[in-house]
T-cell receptor, first 114, second 119 residues
Framework: AQSVAQPEDQVNVAEGNPLTVKCTYS??????LFWYVQYPNRGLQFLLK??????LVKGSYGFEAEFNKSQTSFHLKKPSALVSDSALYFC????????????FGSGTQLTVLP | KAGVTQTPRYLIKTRGQQVTLSCSPI?????VSWYQQTPGQGLQFLFE???????NKGNFPGRFSGRQFSNSRSEMNVSTLELGDSALYLC??????????????????FGPGTRLTVL
């Protein structure tokens, strides 16, 4: 079975400061890891993914995430937060293979304060 | 390319009725997955279709079913609606074939969802 934990329901950060949204995972096998963002009344937008290769993954809108196998983590980061980054962020995992069954974390509401 | 489209965007039904939701994937995408999003349970995988075949199914009762047509459009059906079926139903499409660095996984692109309210 695979699972994802996002330990923080809410993260507040001041505009211009760095932000981190935490994610840890549990899978049997090699993980494929993803971050998605959801704005109110919208579907999910893909930010970035880790499949293999470099542990530091760069994605859309200046976001990046670091895959840490020993800590089974995949934290989302951005060097300088914008008010427009305020949204609900989801971490997701699946295992290698052709199935596209994502297991999502519970989500973290990010609020960037002006 | 046009994104994933879902119709209708909003639905109100009463208990015991059935409902059909539709999803049109991104052109060229052959995989369509469905997810249910509720405040209590979060995002949960329902099923995935590829080339008109169900490849994977989540832990939902048999009242939830789906199908995929030859043009990759997909529908999901919920019969005998219950109050707890009120949710945002999201459809996601993905291309087949190989992704980055030899992986066989390509990310999923989500539609805006159908908001189902069961009264």
């Amino acid at each position: 079975a695979q699972s994802v934990a996002q330990p923080e329901d809410q993260v507040n950060v001041a505009e211009g400061n760095p932000l981190t949204v935490k994610c840890t995972y549990s899978v049997s096998g090699n993980p494929y890891l993803f971050w998605y963002v959801q704005y109110p009344n919208r579907g999910l937008q893909f930010l970035l993914k880790y499949i293999t290769g470099d542990n530091l993954v760069k994605g859309s809108y200046g976001f990046e995430a670091e895959f840490n196998k020993s800590q089974t983590s995949f934290h989302l980061k951005k060097p300088s937060a914008l008010v427009s980054d305020s949204a609900l962020y989801f971490c997701a995992v699946t295992i290698s293979g052709s199935a596209r069954q994502l297991t999502f974390g519970s989500g973290t509401q990010l609020t960037v304060l002006p | 390319k046009a994104g994933v489209t879902q119709t209708p965007r909003y639905l109100i039904k009463t208990r015991g009725q059935q409902v059909t939701l539709s999803c049109s994937p991104i052109s060229g995408h052959r995989s369509v997955s469905w997810y249910q999003q509720t405040p209590g349970q979060g995002l949960q995988f329902l099923f995935e279709y590829f080339s008109e075949t169900q490849r994977n199914k989540g832990n939902f009762p048999g009242r939830f079913s789906g199908r995929q047509f030859s043009n990759s459009r997909s529908e999901m059906n919920v019969s005998t609606l219950e109050l707890g079926d009120s949710a945002l139903y999201l459809c996601a499409s993905s291309s087949s074939g190989r992704g980055l660095a030899g992986s066989s996984y390509n990310e999923q692109f989500f539609g805006p969802g159908t908001r189902l309210t069961v009264l």
